[in-house]
């Protein structure tokens, strides 16, 4: 019984952690510009099919890895910079419109660039299982945990200590007044854009050897970190990574208790009641007009 209570919690643990990197990217353009990024998915999907492309073109892995970060970074940089400045100021359904179809676009592109199959990533350091407590938990699994803590600590450090963190608070608090005072609030767009599609692109390629890539994975992991992002509390960057934490344990936990068949309906099951019982989240995120 306790065997299986672990091998659920680390699958839990596991896919939680990569909810956590999409809610992450969700906040981080939320609390720049207040918009929602429902491309963010996408960028996932593209760190992941990236990172197969080129680790077979014949890339050194940790180099193909790299370069699977920057591109979707740059697409973020071109999304921010194409789309949503253009409209600024633009109606909420507006931005949301332009996000879809951003995201149908990076999916149509991939699917006729590289292909509609499913490909296959391998493990960073083997696939040999670690036994604890009658559980297994994979090698793979320790990555996407250990990568993620780091991105957190990484991140409170970013905007604890460093100016440029600090001018993106300052930007998210109050945009004209860090105009005001000096703050070029465009590159701040530029920079959230940059970090919100590089963590995506982080957490495919972190699960990609787990659960396979294909142009299609971005859709239900996106639309799951923005559950994460709304259940931690929208605007919350710790609320963020617990959030993404708790919907996936609930998730795997509903899977192997109650049914498999189920999996996917738990997290929309979870923001609803939020919405209808705690409609800022467990750690309330900014009130806003756009939603």
Not at 5 to 10: A, E, G, H, N, T
Not at 176 to 188: C, D, H, L, S, Y
Not at 213 to 219: C, K, Q, V
């Amino acid at each position: 019984m306790l065997a299986q209570f672990l091998q659920f919690l680390f699958s839990g643990l596991t896919v939680g952690a990569t909810y956590a990197l999409a809610a992450l990217g969700f906040t981080l353009i939320y609390n720049a510009s207040h918009v929602i990024n429902f491309a963010q998915g996408e960028f996932i999907m593209l760190g992941a099919m990236l990172a197969v492309f080129f680790a077979h073109s014949g890339l050194p892995l940790a180099l193909a890895l790299v370069f699977a970060i920057l591109v979707p970074a740059l697409v973020g940089v071109a999304l921010e910079k194409l789309a949503i400045e253009p409209v600024k100021g633009a109606e909420t359904v507006t931005l949301i419109i332009i996000t879809i179809g951003a995201s149908l676009v990076i999916r149509g592109l991939v699917q006729v660039t590289l292909g509609k199959g499913t490909v296959s990533l391998p493990a960073f350091s083997g696939d040999a299982p670690i036994e604890i407590l009658g559980a297994t938990l994979l090698p793979q699994s320790l990555w996407v945990l250990g990568v993620t803590l780091i991105v957190v600590i990484a991140l409170w450090y970013f905007f604890t200590r460093t100016l440029g963190g600090k001018a993106m608070l300052a930007t998210s608090f109050n945009r004209v007044a860090a105009e005001m005072v000096g703050i070029n609030t465009n590159w701040v767009l530029f920079m959230s854009f940059a970090m919100s599609a590089g963590l995506g692109a982080l957490g495919g390629i972190l699960v990609a050897p787990i659960t396979m890539a294909s142009y299609d994975m971005g859709i239900m992991l996106g639309l799951k970190g923005f559950v994460a992002a709304v259940v931690g509390g929208l605007g919350n960057g710790l609320g963020a990574v617990l959030g993404g934490l708790i919907v996936g344990i609930l998730e795997a936990m509903g899977a192997g208790y109650v049914s498999s068949a189920y999996k996917d309906a738990i997290p929309f099951v979870l923001i609803l009641l939020m919405l209808f019982f705690m409609p800022r989240g467990l750690f309330g995120g900014k009130s806003t007009d756009r939603v």
